[in-house]
């Protein structure tokens, strides 16, 4: 981390990949760009669900 972090924002940074859809989506999008609807479908989530689930990521900056 090239930034210092408060207790808080760690504690929401692990917070956020506590979640399995949320760390196997962290993971597959380390590998490739996909849309919410592949994302859905590889992680077997419908896609609005697999879009709040972006949303939460993308609101912690991961």
């Keep these: 981390m090239s930034e210092e972090r408060t ?10 990949l506590a979640n399995r859809h949320r760390l196997r989506m962290v993971a597959m999008l380390y ?3 996909k849309y919410v609807s592949q ?16 949303i939460v ?5 991961l």
């Excluded at 990521?57 to 900056?61: A, E, G, M, T």
């Design 7 to 16: 207790g808080d924002e760690l504690l929401a940074f692990f917070e956020a």
């Design 31 to 33: 590998e490739d760009r």
């Design 39 to 54: 994302l859905a479908r590889e992680l077997g989530m419908s896609v609005p669900s697999s879009t709040c689930t972006s």
């Design 57 to 61: 990521l993308r609101k912690r900056k």
